[in-house]
């Protein structure tokens, strides 16, 4: 990993810390907007967070096993322990270049999600009912919540029109 993104999660760490200590704090709660700012704050860092620890942890973990290594009865042991934790550390360091990318201003906002049958009466019904179902088992494998706002199902399955409402983290 590079030193320049060490050096920006050892710094949102040390944020994360200073987080908790404002957030216990005895005037935290005076200001609930300010409140409200730094608890948004704290939970998009504590995964972040968790993930570079383990990402530490890993590390430790070579450090320890390649002292095992000048043991004759350790030395397989430790090697496969070493290996474990550098494939353990490659995961996770692709993990957090993609926790660390820029959020896009509009990931925290809902949606309306409309899908209308096109021309082609029976199947492109079936169709929309296809893609309703798609879109809201993703939104169930995300934790979004799915509500719908209308719809207009089709005498043989699935939908001429139906409008869904997906509401996210924000």
């Given amino acids: 990993m590079k030193p320049s993104m060490l050096a920006k999660l050892d710094q949102l760490a040390n944020r994360l810390v200073e987080l908790d200590e404002l957030l216990m704090s005895e005037g935290a709660t005076a200001n609930m907007d300010s409140f409200r700012k730094l608890n948004r704050e704290h939970a998009e860092l504590s995964p972040l967070v968790a993930v570079y620890r383990q990402y530490q942890t890993a590390q430790g973990d070579i450090a320890a096993a390649q002292e095992m290594l000048t043991d004759a009865d350790m030395k397989d042991f430790a090697q496969d322990e070493i290996d474990a934790a550098r494939a353990r550390m490659a995961e996770l360091d692709i993990e957090l270049q993609k ?17 209308r049958a096109g021309t082609g009466g029976d199947e492109s ?24 706002v209308s719809e207009s199902p089709y005498d043989l399955g699935g939908y001429r029109e139906v409008i869904v409402r997906i509401v996210g983290q924000g």
Avoid: H, S
Wanted: aromatic fraction near 12%.
């Fill in 99 to 115: 926790m660390l990318l820029p959020k896009d201003e509009n990931d925290e906002r809902n949606i309306f999600l409309e899908i």
């Fill in 125 to 148: 019904a079936l169709f929309a009912g296809d893609l309703l179902r798609m879109y809201t088992r993703y939104a169930d494998r995300n934790r979004w919540q799915v509500e719908m």
